[in-house]
T-cell receptor, first 114, second 115 residues
Framework: DSGVTQTPKHLITATGQRVTLRCSPR?????VYWYQQSLDQGLQFLIQ???????AKGNILERFSAQQFPDLHSELNLSSLELGDSALYFC?????????????FGEGSRLTVL | AQSVSQHNHHVILSEAASLELGCNYS??????LFWYVQYPGQHLQLLLK??????LVKGIKGFEAEFIKSKFSFNLRKPSVQWSDTAEYFC?????????????FGDGTTLTVKP
């Protein structure tokens, strides 16, 4: 158990819909990262938040957005879903503001878009 | 931007065989290097990491990796694999002292160990 909690574990939805994935970081961790793992593109960095503020942005689509709340949990919002958005979405956390340390990953949220 | 290449997409070995998974990164500055493992149905977890010092680092479960700066490589090794090592292995790099917080991951290598 890494201490990072993600919900839901599995989600099946239809194209055009919107979903929200939730992540609670390890106790004391201020940085939250979101990664997308799909079969054809490996593990892709989406976005990082530190203590409520966006710190770094990767290959995140405009249809996707994220935020980190005062209690440090984070949500990833995916809208106007397409078939290609089907993937495993991982959240990871670390204490550090900068990405120099080990990441602790949650078990992921598996999204299936039909 | 930095990138990470893992040479082998899928490796199949018999138990007791030796393992070496290749990882190369592209960045000329100081980096921190990691190997993560993802067992079937589980989350990624850290195998080992290199920040500085001895370039040969030892991790959990008998794994080790060697940082060769001149070759921009951080290959993962294990002298004798077990069936339980069947998993996906990811190499990752972060740039030290940067405002960019992300770790860049390789595409992963799937290891299948036959009993």
């Amino acid at each position: 158990d890494s201490g990072v909690t993600q919900t839901p574990k599995h989600l099946i939805t239809a194209t055009g819909q919107r979903v929200t994935l939730r992540c609670s970081p390890r106790s004391g961790d201020l940085s939250v990262y979101w990664y997308q793992q799909s079969l054809d593109q490996g593990l892709q960095f989406l976005i990082q938040y530190y203590n409520g503020e966006e710190r770094a942005k990767g290959n995140i689509l405009e249809r996707f957005s994220a935020q980190q709340f005062p209690d440090l949990h984070s949500e990833l919002n995916l809208s106007s879903l397409e078939l290609g958005d089907s993937a495993l979405y991982f959240c990871a956390s670390t204490k550090l503001r900068q990405g120099t340390g080990e990441l602790f990953f949650g078990e992921g949220s598996r999204l299936t878009v039909l | 931007a930095q990138s990470v290449s893992q040479h082998n997409h899928h490796v199949i070995l018999s138990e007791a065989a030796s393992l070496e998974l290749g990882c190369n990164y592209s960045y000329g500055g100081t980096v921190n290097l990691f190997w993560y493992v993802q067992y079937p149905g589980q989350h990624l977890q850290l195998l080992l990491k290199y920040f500085s010092g001895d370039p040969l680092v030892k991790g959990i479960k008998g794994f080790e990796a060697e940082f060769i700066k001149s070759k921009f490589s951080f290959n993962l090794r294990k002298p004798s694999v077990q069936w339980s090592d069947t998993a996906e292995y990811f190499c990752a790099v972060t740039i030290n002292n940067t405002n960019a917080g992300k770790s860049t991951f390789g595409d992963g290598t799937t290891l299948t160990v036959k009993p």
